[in-house]
Structures are given as C-alpha cells and as structure tokens.
C-alpha cells in the first residue's frame, strides 16, 4: 500500500526514550511514522499499536542501523507501506560511558557502528530515496561540548555525527533537503538514568541554569520543528537543547 496523502517519517530507535516521544510528536504533526528497533520488538509493535488507534498510520520496522543491509530493507518495507520517506531521524543511540584507558575494542567498535557509521547508513540510503524537499535529523550530544572524562569514545561518535550532518547537508544542494543535528543535554530516559545513583543524577540536573533534566518532550519539540516548514532556513546546523547547559 503506498500513501502519499501524508508525508513519511522514519524515527530509528523509536522503541523507548526520546525516539518514541519523536514518534508520537510526528504522528500528531500529520506524519505516516516508521518505528524503528533494533531489539526491542515489544515496545516498538505495541507504540505502533497506540499510534494506529490514535487515528494515526505506523508500522514498527526491525533493522539494527549499524548493518548497511538491515537499512536497505528497512527502506524498503516502509517504501512498500508507507511510501517513500520525507523526514529522517537518526535518533539510534546507546551510552556506556568507561575512562578511555579501561575501554574495550568492542565497545569503541558498538558506539561508533551505531552512532557514526549508522548514521552514514541511514543518509547514505536517503541520499537516493528520500523525497525532494525533506529532512534529515540526526542526534549528537551536548557533551560534545562540555567533554567529561568517561565519555570520550562517545562524544568522539557523536563529534562524528556532527561533522556527517555538516558535509551532508553541502553534498544535498539541489534537493531541497536539510540536514540538522539536535545535540540534547541529559535527558530522563533509560540511557541517562541507568546505573547513576540519585545524587549523580540531581548533580547532572543542576548543571543548566534551567535547573532540571529534560524531558523527551523538549527534544521531541525540537525535533517537530526541524521537521516541518517553519525551520526549512535552518541547514548544516547543530542545534544544543540542554536549558543552558553549554
Ligand atoms: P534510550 O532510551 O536508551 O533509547 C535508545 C533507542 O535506540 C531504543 O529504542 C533502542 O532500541 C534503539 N537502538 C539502540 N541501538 C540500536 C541499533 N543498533 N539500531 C536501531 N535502534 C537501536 O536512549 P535515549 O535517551 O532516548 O537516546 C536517544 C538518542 O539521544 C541517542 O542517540 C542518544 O545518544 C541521544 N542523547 C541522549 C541523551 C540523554 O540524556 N538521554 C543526551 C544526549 C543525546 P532497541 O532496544 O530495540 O535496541
């Protein structure tokens, strides 16, 4: 079935935190939303649930964005049933912070697949399939700027990302498309919260002059702008949502 009565959303790692937050906010903006999971079935099918009830067209696709060809097809299934997809949100992340010295070679090689060479895959991808005049979203962090010891081969990912974003969105002229990145503060999901004691946590959430930690709502709005038409001046751009943080 192929819909073009409303644009096309692919949201990877849409199953829990900030991307399923993304994916509700898109569907509610008039977005068809592709769910993507990597190993979270569950969580992604019962959110696609929720957003068809809702009135809303989503389809929950599995596909690790670290294997070039799980990306292929991912784009194909949503081609197949939603259509040919205008916005991209390279969303995927994880977080397993560790000094650079005790780091091992598999978690350098797990950070870097998903966060720098998953999104080389998904763009490289939209490169020739996404639609004339969308948009590419993908995901740094704000520790990119304030550089905390234990993150290194994360923010190194993330630095990455945000150099991918700047060359794209220069190798995209023609096509209308922008390409952005978000760099989020700390943020109340699963991979900021897990395994850091209440104190580390009030510590982080003191840190911006907003005082708080944000809430996958504040990125998912951030996000809804990037995406749709009030933001299409804005290209090549980092955008930091931290409350102030750095
Ligand atoms: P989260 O709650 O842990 O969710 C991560 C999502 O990514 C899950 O849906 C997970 O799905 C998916 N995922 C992980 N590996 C994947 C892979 N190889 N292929 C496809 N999907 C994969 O994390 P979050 O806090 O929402 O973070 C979302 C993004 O924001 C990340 O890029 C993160 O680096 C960035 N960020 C977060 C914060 C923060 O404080 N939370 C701050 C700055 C930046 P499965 O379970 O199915 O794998």
Do not use: C
């Amino acid at each position: 079935m192929t819909n073009r009565i409303s644009k096309v959303a692919l949201v990877t790692g849409a199953s829990r935190g900030i991307g399923a937050v993304i994916a509700r906010q898109l569907a509610s903006d008039g977005f068809s939303v592709a769910i993507n999971y990597a190993s979270s079935a569950t969580e992604a099918a019962r959110l696609a649930v929720e957003l068809q009830k809702a009135g809303h067209q989503a389809i929950a696709v599995k596909a690790d964005v670290a294997s070039a060809e799980d990306v292929r097809r991912m784009f194909d299934e949503i081609e197949a049933q939603l259509g040919k997809v205008d916005v991209l949100v390279n969303n995927a992340g994880i977080l397993k912070v560790m000094p650079l010295a005790q780091h091992s070679d598999e978690l350098f090689d797990q950070t870097f697949n998903i966060h720098a060479r998953g999104t080389f895959n998904t763009m490289r991808e939209a490169a020739t399939r996404l639609n004339d005049g969308g948009r590419i979203i993908n995901f740094s962090s704000s520790t990119v700027g304030l550089n905390l010891p234990g993150y290194a081969v994360y923010i190194a990912s993330k630095a990455a990302v945000e150099s991918l974003t700047q060359v794209f969105a220069k190798e995209m002229r023609g096509r209308n498309i922008t390409v952005n990145a978000v760099a989020p503060g700390p943020v109340a999901t699963e991979l900021f919260l897990h395994g850091k004691s209440e104190e580390h946590i009030q510590n982080f959430a003191r840190m911006p002059p907003l005082e708080r930690l944000g809430q996958p709502e504040d990125i998912a709005r951030v996000v809804s702008f990037l995406a749709g038409p009030d933001s299409e001046w804005i290209n090549g751009q980092i955008l930091r949502a931290n409350g102030g943080l750095v």
